[in-house]
C-alpha cells in the first residue's frame, strides 16, 4: 500500500497522512456490528435492548424511542386545551409517532420485504395495500407472516400542499399502519394524521368508504360511472367522482359490491 501511495501524490498529502486516510477508508467498509439474530429471530449482537409484557411477548411500545415521539396537538387543539411542551405524562393517545419510529422498529423486527398495490378509484382519491412479509421470531413460533394495511390519501383527509403528493401520502400512511397494527402498538403515526381545519371536520365519511369498498372488491370508478350511466341514474353523465354522487347512492353501492363480492367468495 505505501508503495502506491508513493508513486500517486494525494494532493498534497505526506506519505503518512495518505496511509491514514487509506486505513481509515479501509476500515470504514467493515460494519462496527453485524447484525444477526439468534434461534428466537431477535438481534444478538448487543445493539438491541428488548423489553417485554406480561404475557412474554416482545412490548414494541415500550421499544419506541422517545425522540420519534411528539405531542398530538391536534387532540388538545380540538378541545381548546394549552398544548403540553412535553410528551412526559402523556398517555398514548396524546401522542404521535414520528416515520422514523416507525422505520426503526420495523428494521429490529425484521422483514423479508415491503409491497404495495396502489388504487385510483377517482382522481382525487388515492388508496395503497402495504403488505409486509415478516421474519419469523419466537411470537410467530418462528413461522414468516405477512400482515397487510390500508391507506388512503384525499382531497379532504391532506393539507394543501399534501393534495400534490396523493400516492406517497397513501403509501406512508398504509406502511405505518401496517407496522403498528402488527405490532400493536397503538399510538397514531404522525402521517396517518390530517389537517385540523373547518375543511378537513367536513370529511365526506361516505366517500371514504365506498373508495375503500371499491379498492377491497377490485372495482374502478369508470366501472361504477358506467354502471350508473347504463342504469339510468338522474345526472349519472355529470359524475366525475366519488363525492359527487349523493349520500344515499354512496351508501347504496357500498352494500351492492358487498353483496357482490360476497355472492363471489
Not at 413460533?141 to 391532506?158: K, W, Y
Not at 394543501?160 to 407496522?179: C, H, Q, W, Y
Not at 365519511?205 to 361504477?224: D, N, P, R
Not at 338522474?234 to 354522487?245: H, V
Request: net charge negative; charged share 25%.
Amino acid at each position: 500500500m505505501e508503495e502506491s501511495i508513493q508513486e500517486i501524490p494525494q494532493g498534497g498529502m505526506t506519505v503518512g497522512e495518505a496511509i491514514v486516510v487509506a486505513n481509515s477508508i479501509e476500515q470504514s467498509c467493515i460494519p462496527p456490528k453485524i447484525i444477526s439474530r439468534n434461534q428466537f429471530g431477535l438481534i444478538d449482537n448487543g445493539s438491541v435492548q428488548y423489553k417485554y409484557n406480561e404475557e412474554g411477548f416482545v412490548d414494541w411500545r415500550a421499544m419506541i424511542n422517545p425522540q420519534f415521539l411528539v405531542v398530538n396537538k391536534q387532540n388538545f387543539e380540538k378541545k381548546s386545551k394549552q398544548i403540553p411542551e412535553s410528551i412526559v405524562g402523556l398517555e398514548d393517545r396524546d401522542l404521535l409517532i414520528l416515520l422514523g419510529g416507525i422505520k426503526t422498529l420495523a428494521a429490529i423486527r425484521g422483514f423479508h420485504s415491503v409491497n404495495y398495490d396502489i388504487f385510483s378509484p377517482s382522481n382525487d382519491c388515492v388508496l395503497a395495500v402495504c403488505s409486509i412479509s415478516w421474519l419469523g421470531n419466537f411470537e410467530t413460533e418462528n413461522r414468516p407472516v405477512t400482515f397487510s394495511a390500508i391507506g388512503d390519501a384525499n382531497a379532504l383527509n391532506t393539507n394543501s400542499f399534501g393534495k400534490m403528493f396523493l400516492g406517497p401520502i397513501a403509501e406512508n400512511r398504509a406502511f405505518v399502519r401496517a407496522v403498528r397494527n402488527f405490532l400493536k402498538i397503538n399510538i397514531v403515526g404522525q402521517e396517518e394524521i390530517g389537517p385540523l381545519s373547518s375543511e378537513s371536520n367536513t370529511v365526506d365519511t361516505a366517500s371514504e368508504k365506498l373508495a375503500l369498498t371499491m379498492a377491497e372488491t377490485g372495482v374502478s370508478w369508470e366501472q361504477i360511472h358506467q354502471k350508473l350511466v347504463d342504469e339510468k341514474v338522474e345526472g349519472a353523465e355529470k359524475f366525475t367522482k366519488i363525492s359527487d354522487l349523493p349520500k344515499v347512492l354512496q351508501f347504496s353501492l357500498i352494500t351492492r359490491l358487498k353483496k357482490k363480492a360476497s355472492k363471489k367468495a
